[in-house]
């Protein structure tokens, strides 16, 4: 699903218009439409009390649409108007007018307005302000809106939640905190970074009949990662292959202490499908890889508690290297020392990482053949400090041009960035917020990458993997008492998950014969 920009959607709107032939109040009357047939699919018949708070901008205009409609048919609805310029748009001026005909005068709300009375038990929608939103709002605003969100009515917002900015940085409690928002056409991306995801709980994408061949040959500026798009990147295996088919990844990590880092990672590679596993840790990593991980084949360094020489006479497809490895001076000098040498695909992660930041001289070495996945603290050592989410993605944007690698920050909406092209991941839960489960991803894409998936399809089908694995252990175990080996364990549970089609029910004649 795409992610557009601002502008993006303001010329599928403008592009719309003129290919089909229609007016801009049309188009408004189309998505006010959708968004009452969705209002009214979850209402039924209810009295509940609907507050609609309408701006005098477009947004206000789709609340109006949706308010007119929410009339006609019985519900019971109060409309106001906050009233917060005298610019008032076109198309909301027609609604405006169309309300009225209806013999439905809405509340005016100015600067000197009393604050009007929610209960707890009302809805209110949220059609103040849209997404070209782009400064503060008045101070008479900012209490009307405090006032809805300590209302505890159930909110609803038409786009995006009021006040939120789309493409820049939204200053905390300035903003609607919907439970629900009613997206247009795309999904917004700041439903999914830190800092803006919280405006809005739960959100749903209402199509409002946007020109689908704009759409389709527009570069977005992100794609959301669902199960569809997980699917399109999905090899399904052949009959007669073998496991020298499906790759050998080499795994190196693990040091004094942290042997379980590598062992949890190695682990996650064979589950995803790599053919072999070999793994390649300090000596007091052997015996507990040996009996943990049969399947695996394991090289040891010749130091007892660290790397500190990397050396293997396997060929490896792909090589996953840093859970677990620790930042001893010789094991930063072997680590220098296997970048210079190495021409196979990687996956680095952890104190791998970590290296890579102290050293930035050593990025070189890896232009155009790796995938680095860090999470934030790591990513700031990478990348730099940066003041919102909006300049982090640039930051990556920017980094990952440079130096012709893939990057991904770990969070709720995992996030991978390959050059200009962004992709959102829709799977995961709190519960993965745990000690283990990145080295397990880092597992994940070295098998996918050890089968001869792109770099790229590797690390966002990696990404959906390990958070559908962790959606399906979550059932089980809870938020809190999820583990990384859960996800690991239920890594093949997402793969039937993701390839799974719903059969159509049998006739009772079939299941008779």
Known sequence: MKIFSLNQIRQADEFTIERQNISSEQLMERAGKKAFDWIQSQLGDSKVGIHIFCGVGNNGGDGLVIARYLVQSGYNVTIHVVNFSDQRSEDFLTNFDRIKEIDIWPHLLSENSELPEISGRDIVIDAIFGIGFNRP???????????????????LSIDIPSGVFMEKA?????????????????????FFLPSTGGYTKYWQVLDIGLDPEFIQKQKPLGEYIGKFQ???????RDKYSHKG??????MIGGSYGKIGAILMSSEATLHAG??????????????VI??????????????QEHIQHIHYIVDPTVIGIGPGMGMHPNTVAAFTSFLKQNDKPLVIDADGLNILAENPELLEYIKGNAILTPHPKELERLIGSWSDDFEKLDKM????????????????HTITVFQDQMYVNATGNPGMATAGSGDVLTGLISGLVAQGYPLLDATVLGVYIHGSAGD?????????????TDIIDFTGDAFLELIRVNEPKASSTNQNQ
């Not at 939204?170 to 700041?190: E, H, M, N, R, V």
């Not at 695996?296 to 130091?303: E, K, L, N, P």
């Open 137 to 155: 709002s008045s101070h008479w605003v900012a209490t009307l809106i405090t006032h809805i969100n300590q209302s505890k009515a159930f909110v």
């Open 170 to 190: 939204t200053k905390k409690g300035a903003a609607i905190y919907a439970d629900y928002t009613l997206s247009f056409q795309f999904p917004k991306i700041i």
């Open 230 to 236: 997980a699917l399109q990147r999905y090899r399904p």
């Open 245 to 250: 088919t499906f790759g050998h990844a080499l």
């Open 274 to 287: 790599a053919g072999l596993v070999s793994v390649f840790t300090p000596k007091c990593g052997y015996q």
């Open 290 to 303: 040996q009996s943990s991980l049969p399947e695996a084949m394991v090289i040891t360094d010749s130091h």
């Open 397 to 412: 944007k920017a980094f990952s041009n440079k130096y012709q690698l893939i990057i991904l920050v770990k969070g709720a």
């Open 472 to 484: 399906l252990a979550v059932e089980r175990s809870g938020v809190e008492a999820l583990t990384a």
